[in-house]
């Protein structure tokens, strides 16, 4: 932490890439308790274009010479996917904290793995879930936790839409890209199955369990014509509550988020954005004694910096973290395997009876 302000985060950025450019980089510079520190990146020619806007205090082109450094305190790791665990490792091993962008792993194995790592060495390793920070979603959280009364049921939904990149490409800076970036050996897009669940079901069944708790068991279904994917699943909460969450990718109309909750006390409706637009969902909690919708204004609707103000809290204040875990990561991972495997087998799919170990 800095000399001046110990309440302040040395933040290093690993990856200049289009998730740092829209918003890891203005989450530093806006983040109350954190500070831009350092970026790395061996494209260097991104580093030092991005050095130049965003000034950081130091530069790296190299991962292993970033870590090393005694003034850094964490790492935002935000790196291509297959990526997120080897990188990760080094960082927990070199006594850095980290915010890992998701999904956090393709494997159970490597989620196994970074867990055990970090149980031995006192640092926090968050996982990059950031529409738990969508004050919309924390409203609904205590709403369902405090005042709903029993869950019975959650409907949750995400479908992402044909005109997407209209929205997006115009409220974006259009990203820097440099040949010598790196990738993994293998084209992430070529099996559109495996990257739109890693993309974007990590998110929903991210969804899921922060609203309704650790998933049993799930039943999916998939269908697919032309470039329309829709996956239903039927979910079994360990609460007994039952779910219902439907991805959809390439829908043709609007982008469509949101979810529904009824419990035996009050019930809530949410309507949510495309992140980039930074506005906070539209939640209605119902609560049957009063006979009244309550509906939160949740103003500050740019999600990726109150996840960061989040974490640094956890590290500097010493408190658990309220974004998503290791162990909730891991989890994920399974909920996306169980729902491979069901496709697969046609048949409800326990999590914790999985037949498939990677995605
Ligand atoms: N939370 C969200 O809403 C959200 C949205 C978009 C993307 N993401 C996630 O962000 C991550 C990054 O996405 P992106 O599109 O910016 O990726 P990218 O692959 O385009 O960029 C990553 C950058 O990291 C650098 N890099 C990789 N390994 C490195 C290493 N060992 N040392 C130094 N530099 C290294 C690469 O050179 C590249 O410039 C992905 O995991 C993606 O799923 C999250």
Redesign the pocket.
């Known amino acids: 932490m800095t000399g001046s302000d110990l309440r302040k985060l040395n933040i290093g950025i ?10 890891h980089f203005e989450c530093c510079q806006k983040g109350k308790n954190v500070h831009l520190y350092a970026i ?4 260097k020619d ?1 580093v030092e274009r991005m050095a130049q806007i965003w000034q950081p205090e130091k530069v790296f ?3 292993d010479h970033m870590l090393e450094d005694p003034e850094l305190d964490a790492v935002i790791i ?4 297959a ?2 665990i080897p ?1 990760a490792l080094k960082a927990v091993e070199a006594g850095k904290h980290v915010l890992v ?3 956090l792993s393709h494997s159970i194995e490597e989620c196994e793995k970074i867990i055990e790592a970090t149980n031995q060495r006192q640092v926090v390793v968050q996982v ?3 529409k738990r920070f969508d004050q919309g979603f924390q409203f609904a959280h205590d709403f369902i936790r405090e005042k709903a009364g029993e869950i019975i049921a959650i409907k949750a939904w995400y479908g992402d839409n044909t005109q997407r990149y209209t929205f997006t490409d115009n409220l974006q800076p259009r ?1 820097v ?2 040949l ?4 993994p050996g293998f084209n992430e897009k070529a099996n559109l199955e495996r990257y739109y669940m ?2 974007h079901g990590s ?1 929903l069944l991210d969804t899921a369990q922060f609203l309704g708790g650790k998933i049993g068991a799930l039943q999916a279904h998939l269908r697919h014509q032309e470039d329309l994917w829709c996956w239903f699943i039927h979910v079994d909460f360990e609460s007994g509550a039952m779910g219902h969450l439907d991805l959809t990718i390439k829908i043709r109309g609007d982008w469509h988020e949101g979810f529904q909750v009824y419990g035996t006390r009050g019930s809530v409706f949410a309507k949510t954005f495309n ?1 980039w637009f930074y506005k906070s969902s539209e939640v209605e909690c119902y609560l049957e004694e009063e006979q009244i919708f309550h509906r939160p204004l949740a103003a500050d609707g740019f999600s ?1 910096r109150r996840q960061l103000e989040s974490f640094a809290d956890a590290i500097i204040s010493k408190q658990p973290l309220s974004g998503t875990t290791l162990r909730e990561g891991l989890e994920i991972t399974r909920g996306m395997l169980a729902i491979h495997q069901s496709i697969r087998d046609s048949s409800s799919v326990h999590l914790d009876n999985l037949r498939y170990t990677a995605l």
Do not use: W
């Open positions: 690993l990856g200049c890439g289009p998730i740092s450019q829209f918003t790395c990146d061996e494209a991104l082109f190299n991962y935000a790196t291509s996917d990526f997120h990188l962008e998701k999904p990059g879930h950031m990203p890209r440099s010598l970036a790196i990738k890693m993309a998110h992140p990726y």
